[in-house]
């Protein structure tokens, strides 16, 4: 089983930055790709960005420019970088880790860490 543990969400204020960080911790094998997505109260869960074993990396249109994306195999943990906030990004940021489709194409959660952004 592969565990993920997200923190680093708060509050701030419109144009602050935060960064999150999404600890990866088990049977962490044939990882395809880690991402962030992110749901507004009653809203679906959307993607904001992944990053791809190759390194590779993507991201919503809404954040380009404004959040990044990294990691560090060493600690298993994926980041991103959330600077120029608006109050639109407010919602429960979550992790993701995806294995490759032949090794079962799994999907695994965290939790999620709440980010607030005030006017």
């Known amino acids: 089983q592969v565990q993920l543990m997200e923190s680093g969400g708060g509050l701030v204020e419109v144009g602050g930055s935060l960064r999150l960080s999404c600890a990866a911790s088990g049977r962490i094998f044939n990882i395809d790709a880690m991402s962030w997505h992110r749901q507004a109260p009653g809203q679906q869960r959307d993607l904001v960005a992944s990053i791809y074993s190759s390194g590779s990396t993507n991201y919503a249109e809404s954040v380009k420019g404004r959040f990044t994306i990294s990691g560090d195999n060493a600690k298993n943990t994926v980041y991103l970088q959330m600077n120029s906030l608006k109050s639109e990004d407010t919602a429960v940021y979550y992790c993701?880790?995806?294995?490759?489709?032949?090794?079962?194409?799994?999907?695994?959660w965290g939790k999620g860490t709440l980010v607030t952004v005030s006017p």
């Open positions: 993701n880790l995806r294995t490759y489709r032949w090794a079962g194409g799994m999907d695994y």
